[in-house]
């Protein structure tokens, strides 16, 4: 079965500190993976796109790798603000679903940034 | 440049009622158009995704129905609500697979309340 694993569940930490937040998926025959926040009672913000050609992708504060044999991605946030406080979703667009382009997504990271 | 309108942001409805959703894309052609439900404390569940007008495909039996009356319009529907139906519904839409990268973008999210 395909699935999309994130952990921790939550995770709280001082601002200014970097950190790493995981992704985890159970076959190594993805199209693309994504990394979104979404902050309480809104949508969903697409954050970093990496392909499957791709080892990582960098947006400001933000880099995304992913190493699609060991089945992980990783978001990495430098220099953490209050503002990142959200959570953040992973989602893989696995082989095989064809035209369809269905994302599976992970439980999520909820990130608390303290001043 | 593309957006997504997804309308109406907030519904409070009795048990038994009918449901309507909208959502409409701007600045594509030929979307794939997503709803998925996100329930109180539970992850994205995708449920209903379409390649191309009238083309609707269910993921998970239940008591809604969708509709894609044109390219970039995108209807959630039911015609007696029950309370396991309250939650956060999101529309997204994407490039197809094979077209574009695949990335996934949100509207900002319908909250039903049944009751």
């Known amino acids: 079965k395909q699935e999309v694993t994130q952990i921790p569940a939550a995770l709280s930490v001082p601002e200014g500190e970097n950190l790493v937040l995981n992704c985890s998926f159970t076959d190594s025959a993805i199209y693309n993976l994504q990394w979104f926040r979404q902050d309480p009672g809104k949508g969903l913000t697409s954050l970093l796109l990496?392909?499957?050609?791709?080892r990582e992708q960098t947006s400001g504060r933000l880099n995304a790798s992913l190493d699609k044999s060991s089945g992980r991605s990783t978001l990495y946030i430098a220099a953490s603000q209050p503002g990142d406080s959200a959570t953040y979703l992973c989602?893989?667009?696995?082989?095989?679903?064809?035209?369809?382009?269905?994302?599976?997504f992970g439980q999520g990271t909820t990130l608390q940034v303290k001043p | 440049s593309q957006t997504i309108h997804q309308w109406p942001a907030t519904l409070v409805q009795p048990v038994g009622s009918p449901l309507s959703l909208e959502c409409t894309v701007e600045?594509?052609?030929?979307?794939?158009l997503y709803w998925y439900r996100q329930a109180a404390g539970r992850g994205l569940q995708l449920l209903f995704y379409s390649v191309g007008i009238g083309q609707i495909s269910s993921e998970v039996p239940q008591n809604l129905s969708a509709s894609r009356p044109q390219d970039r319009q995108f209807i959630l529907s039911s015609k007696k609500l029950l309370l396991s139906d309250s939650g956060f519904y999101l529309c997204?839409?994407?490039?197809?697979?094979?077209?574009?990268?695949?990335?996934?973008?949100f509207g900002e999210g319908s909250r039903l309340t049944v009751l």
């Open positions: 997204a839409w994407s490039v197809p697979v094979g077209s574009g990268t695949g990335e996934l973008f």
């Open positions: 989602a893989v667009i696995f082989h095989g679903s064809g035209n369809t382009g269905k994302l599976i």
């Open positions: 600045g594509t052609s030929n979307p794939n």
């Open positions: 990496i392909q499957s050609s791709q």
